[in-house]
């Protein structure tokens, strides 16, 4: 089954005296969260049209689909972090989780110091990221990131304009871990 990038779910809501039906256009995230809420997933029905026969049920999902992601951060800097760096990647871990709203449990941060880096021309102080993570990547959530990994890496002399950060939203299919991907 091919998902398109926003999928019509068809949901049942319990009400104190009845049963309405709701049909709501959400994302890939979106729905995944409400499928890890719902115990009886053969109630969400998926694809470009809600009336599909593409039912998504217990048995025919992998594991790996309930989970929430892996949010990874790779930073590297020029710059000595010393015997600090495993207090600063802990400090990131935490970050990460609280900026995204994801489990710490699932979050990976690598840090490289001491790396040969220009940037804009010089070699001062400075340092480049990447934050891949499945969905949650968004203004708010990547300005907290941001802020953090500047807090983090300012003591060390690494200006706040010199602090260069890429986010990606990864579909979960383009994510593996423990011999299989995200996406089933």
């Known amino acids: 089954m091919i998902l398109s990038p926003f999928l019509f779910v068809v949901s049942a809501l319990a009400l104190p005296t009845a049963f309405s039906f709701q049909a709501t256009t959400l ?3 979106q729905a995944a ?9 053969s109630a969400f029905s998926f694809g470009s049209d809600p009336r599909s026969d593409d039912v998504v049920s217990a048995s025919s999902r992998h594991p790996h689909c309930d989970l929430p992601g892996d949010p990874s951060l790779v930073l590297t800097t020029n710059v000595d972090l010393g015997g600090d760096k495993p207090e600063i990647l802990k400090k990131l871990s935490a970050l990460v989780a609280s900026s995204l709203g994801k489990p710490e449990s699932y979050v990976a941060i690598s840090i490289s110091d001491k790396v040969s880096m220009c940037f804009g021309g ?11 993570s499945i ?5 708010e959530n990547n300005g907290k990131v941001q802020n953090g990994v500047t807090d983090a890496l300012e003591p060390y002399g690494v200006q706040a304009n010199r602090i260069y950060i890429n986010f990606f939203d990864v579909p979960r299919p383009n994510v593996g871990w423990n011999r299989a991907t995200f996406g089933g």
């Open 33 to 41: 969260v409400l499928l890890k809420m719902n115990p009886d997933k």
């Open 135 to 139: 969905g949650s990547i968004n203004v």
């Open 27 to 29: 994302s890939s995230q």
């Open 122 to 132: 010089s070699v001062d102080p400075l340092a480049l990221g990447c934050l891949y």
